[in-house]
């Protein structure tokens, strides 16, 4: 079993404060990922990583921002929550797959979730 | 850019009933197609994939089939449980894993299965 974890698990905060969430893994993979999960749009990518200091955009990532100094921790930060960034979370670390296998299996924490009043 | 189509939910079936959940997808040359499956208040989970054209994948009774003619790849199931009521994701992933080997997910269908 791949070891990820997400803290924290749930948070309420209020519009304009930052925010933190962590993902852990224990297994030194190279790329994670941060996913938002919302009802009828699935999960969207916001940000990922392809290894520490390296970063790079996803299809919703304005008003988030991420950093990874070291391989197991990949930190993603609203700088001032919004309303509509209340969502549940998911970080996911890509588990199997050479570069060109294609077969990107993905393996996932089991999420925070956010609410910004 | 890539993207993923499925069925709206929720499918509601009683115990024994046979399963399908459509899936197609928007992609240059052959991606990756995956389905995952998400329990209520965990986190999504490899169900069953499929790398080439014509290849089924199969988990716990689960297949899809695919199908790059038509640009699918169904879930299928035999005889559901209450057990397999889950929300189900139709992913893709761009060949030889570009792009940062990001997978694409469809908007997920939730499966209420009933005795």
């Known amino acids: 079993d791949a070891g990820i974890t997400q803290s924290p698990r749930h948070k309420v905060t209020e519009t304009g404060t930052p925010v933190t969430l962590r993902c852990h893994q224990t297994?030194?993979?190279?790329?994670m990922y941060w996913y938002r999960q919302d009802p009828g749009h699935g999960l969207r990518l916001i940000h990922y990583s392809y290894g520490v200091k390296d970063t790079d955009k996803g299809e919703v990532s304005d008003g988030y921002s991420v950093s990874r100094s070291k391989t197991e921790d990949f930190l993603l930060t609203l700088e001032s929550a919004t309303s509509s960034q209340t969502s549940v979370y998911f970080c996911a670390i890509r588990t199997s797959g050479s570069g060109g296998s294609g077969a990107n299996v993905l393996t996932f924490g089991a999420g925070s979730r956010l609410t910004v009043l | 850019g890539d993207s993923v189509t499925q069925m709206e939910g929720p499918v509601t079936l009683s115990e024994e009933a046979f399963l399908t959940i459509n899936c197609t997808y928007t992609?240059?040359?052959?991606?990756?197609l995956f389905w995952y499956v998400q329990y209520p208040g965990e986190g999504l989970q490899l169900l069953l994939k499929a790398t080439k054209a014509d290849d089924k994948g199969s988990n716990k009774g689960f297949e899809a089939t695919y199908r790059k003619e038509t640009t699918s790849f169904h879930l299928e199931k035999g005889s559901v449980q209450v057990s397999d009521s889950a929300v189900y994701f139709c992913a893709l992933s761009p060949p030889g894993g570009g792009g940062g080997n990001k997978l694409t997910f469809g908007t997920g269908t939730q499966l209420k299965v009933e005795l």
């Open positions: 992609a240059t040359g052959y991606p990756s």
């Open positions: 297994e030194n993979h190279r790329y």
